[in-house]
Structure formats: C-alpha cells, structure tokens
C-alpha cells in the first residue's frame, strides 16, 4: 500500500506561481512513476507533467516551460513548481504512483489552485 498527501494548493492570480507537494509513505520501491494531473470542472482528469525514478520526466504541452517536476528521493516527495500561471490552469491537482510490474495505481486527495484576479 502507499499513502499519497499533496499540499501547497491555493489561490493565485495570473503570472504567480505556486509549488505543490506530494509526500508517499509506504511500499516505495523499485522503478516508479510519480506524476501529477490535474482536472477542471467538466473536463477529463488530464497528465501534467512525469517524473520517473531515474530522473527522467515529461510534460503536457500546455505547461511546458512554466511547470517543473522534481522528486526527493530521500523524502519519498514529489513537487510540481508552477510559474507564470494562467486561469486556465485552474484545477484540483492529483499525485499520482505507480511501480513498474505492478497493477495498482495510487491517487492522493487532490489540492485545489485557483488562478484569478
């Protein structure tokens, strides 16, 4: 089993940034995917940005450029560090994990960002 807590979620107005955490306690171990998504109201639950132990990571189109994943391996903790925000960027964010080989998918209770004026 692993325990998923985010933090760091608010209201932000347009151009500011926001740092979001996500701290895993439990089975860590192994080859794993740490990644958030995010989901507006009315629309599909959609990926933000990977972070894959092993430092590889990957981002939506959209948040190229402004959103930064990082993982500290030591902590079990994956951050999401947005800048330049936009309103459209407004969504409960979720982390996510997942080890290779294995079925089972984590979700943590979501953090609410707010971006507007």
């Known amino acids: 089993q692993v325990q998923l807590v985010e933090s760091g979620g608010g209201l932000v107005q347009p151009g500011g940034s926001l740092r979001l955490s996500c701290a895993a306690s439990?089975?860590?171990?192994?080859?794993?995917?740490m990644d958030w998504y995010r989901q507006a109201p009315g629309k599909q639950r959609e990926l933000v940005a990977t972070?894959?132990?092993?430092?590889?990571?990957n981002y939506a189109d959209s948040v190229k450029g402004r959103f930064t994943i990082s993982r500290d391996y030591a902590k079990n903790t994956v951050y999401l560090q947005m800048n330049s925000l936009k309103p459209e960027d407004t969504a409960v964010y979720y982390c996510?994990?997942?080890?290779?080989?294995?079925?089972?998918?984590?979700w943590g209770q979501g953090t609410q960002v707010t971006v507007s004026s």
């Open positions: 972070g894959a132990s092993g430092g590889i990571t």
């Open positions: 996510h994990y997942k080890r290779l080989g294995s079925n089972n998918n984590y």
């Open positions: 439990g089975s860590i171990f192994g080859i794993n995917v």
